[in-house]
């Protein structure tokens, strides 16, 4: 099977010149994640193509998608009929396929309370945040990793990782950025004004009275002396940099970082014993509650009812959505959560798992990683998102992670996915707020401008990696559906071989130019029309 071989952005701008068509992020099609690049000229995954001449009269089989979130809209009409129903459980109160979960007819709610259908955890706090306030009066006072037992010293650095992430996002952080934006403007003014000015101490005044030269100059003079207008008359740019170094350290002694537990969101509603991963039969069947919204936006684009002129079309026409809700709808996820919600998809029959959060820090990241290493043993792929962080998550872990604790390799069945735009001149290729990465992000797949399902028999356009890993796994959902014997590795090996090569460099951030190759392991985005080929080959074989 050939695949195609994009060179970017430069072919992308001579076709748009060439034909004058203009498909700025407002006038794309509304379904251009499914369109074709070489049919349609923009860089969706060739899905609507790949139905149209390779999938028409085949049969497909129904598959489970497990969507692991914070719930969702069980009523909209887009996605009544593709929900998993537990064909082993009745609403009578009793656990009749005795799983150990009660009425658990679309799926779980691990954020419920067992006798409460009502009582659910909403809200929470971020996982950086509990663990710093959890052992704060155990560590607050050393100075030093020698003042720690061997046993605690890794505990240790765990917190003063949690420490620093929750001072980022104190607003003396925010202050202390702005001044070190400050001081590295400094720098680059004061060594331009000392190859013009042939001076390193100076004052405001000797700035009005100077008439620059050029206007890059100018330009760096009145920005200077906007800043030197605040303080008193004859002070120098010397005093002016000792002022924000002493604010900046100021800043760093003192801070609002809480200094006494909060509430305890879950701990609240649920009721188990968290520290053990074995109490795992908590939580209720209310999986429509909370903010609903993602996963009832990752429903519709996965596999919502297609052609039948409501909504969207889906991705999957044959794919049956699980619900296991274990995400609150603001605040991080607990890994037990997490871990179960793994486990549970697995053993009621979910061949796939869509997972679209992610948090900074992970205390118990073996339990989810015994999970996802037990959904590999029994043939389940899990696709999860790399995030919108803008951040580099082979440095900048994000969890949960592909990658083992152990050997750091990635796990065989776990694929990560970054977010891509349609390829235009004033979209690009890679979203500029997709986290990335060259060993830990697999494949790029469209996540700017995508319409689909949200609550209320509605729909919505949205950004998001998130919608990214959906689109992958409504395409490994149609891979396992007309193909049923591909195992989960094999569906995995399908999607990254079969991806559009992005040949040309890319904008990260859109600022830097960088290889595909550089920000993913594959270095393209992915194809559906590629992929139906390749997996129609691998079958012969």
Not at 284 to 312: E, K, P, Q, S
Request: proline content about 3%; hydrophobic content about 35%; charged content about 25%.
């Amino acid at each position: 099977m050939k695949i195609i071989k994009l060179n970017a952005i430069p072919m992308l701008i001579i076709f748009f010149l060439a034909f004058g068509i203009n498909l700025s992020a407002q006038n794309l099609p509304r379904d251009w994640h499914m369109l074709d690049y070489q049919k349609d000229h923009v860089l969706g995954i060739g899905m609507e193509r790949a139905y149209q001449e390779l999938l028409e009269g085949k049969k497909s089989n129904p598959v489970i998608v497990a969507i692991i979130c914070s719930g969702i809209d069980t009523l909209h009409k887009d996605l009544k009929s593709v929900l998993w129903q537990n064909p082993n459980e009745k609403l009578d109160g009793i656990d009749n396929d005795n799983n150990g979960y009660i009425d658990d007819i679309y799926g779980w709610n691990f954020l419920g309370n067992s006798k409460d259908p009502n009582k659910n955890v909403t809200k929470d706090t971020e996982e950086s945040l509990r663990f710093y306030l959890k052992y704060r009066n155990q560590f607050a006072d050393i100075t030093s990793e020698d003042q720690i037992k061997k046993e605690k010293k890794e505990l240790y650095k765990q917190w003063l990782n949690c420490k620093a992430l929750v001072f980022a996002k104190t607003k003396e952080h925010d202050i202390i950025n702005k001044i070190n934006n400050n001081l590295e403007l400094c720098d680059r003014f004061n060594k331009l004004f000392k190859e013009e000015l042939n001076k390193e101490v100076y004052t405001l005044d000797f700035l009005n009275d100077y008439k620059a030269k050029n206007s890059s100059i100018g330009k760096a003079l009145s920005v200077y002396k906007g800043w030197y207008e605040k303080f008193k008359e004859g002070t120098t740019n010397v005093q002016y940099i000792e002022f924000l170094n002493h604010k900046k350290d100021s800043l760093s002694r003192c801070s609002t970082i809480p200094d006494s537990l909060l509430v305890d969101y879950r701990g609240n509603v649920v009721g188990d014993n968290y520290n053990d991963i074995n109490d795992r039969y908590y939580g209720n069947n209310n999986v429509m509650v909370g903010n609903y919204f993602a996963a009832t936006y990752a429903a519709g684009i996965i596999g919502a009812v297609r052609n039948n002129d409501l909504g969207i079309n889906g991705m999957a026409d044959n794919a049956k959505i699980m619900v296991v809700r274990a995400v609150p709808g603001t605040g991080d996820e607990h890994d037990k959560d997490i871990a179960l919600a793994i486990r549970y998809a697995v053993n009621n029959g979910a061949k796939i798992i869509n997972m679209n959060f992610g948090k900074s820090f992970s205390p118990e990241r073996k339990w989810v990683e015994d999970a996802i290493r037990y959904a590999n043993s029994k043939d389940v792929l899990i696709v999860k998102a790399a995030g919108d962080n803008k951040a580099n998550i082979d440095t900048v872990e994000r969890f949960p992670t592909a990658k083992y604790i152990k050997d750091k390799k990635n796990a065989p069945n776990v694929i990560t996915v970054g977010a891509s735009g349609p390829g235009t001149e004033e979209t690009g290729i890679v979203a500029p707020f997709s986290n990335y990465g060259k060993s830990t992000v697999d494949v790029f797949a469209p996540g700017t401008d995508i319409y689909s399902t949200v609550p209320g028999n509605k729909c919505e356009f949205m950004n998001g990696s998130h919608i990214s890993s959906s689109i992958v796994t409504g395409l490994a959902a149609v891979l396992k559906s007309y193909f049923p014997h591909l195992s989960a590795k094999q569906i995995k090996q399908i999607i990254e071989e079969s991806v559009t090569k992005i040949e040309e460099p890319v904008l990260k951030m859109r600022t830097v130019p960088v290889s595909m190759t550089d920000i993913c392991r594959t270095g393209g985005v992915v194809n559906a029309y590629n992929a139906i080929k390749l997996a129609e080959e691998i079958v012969k074989e």
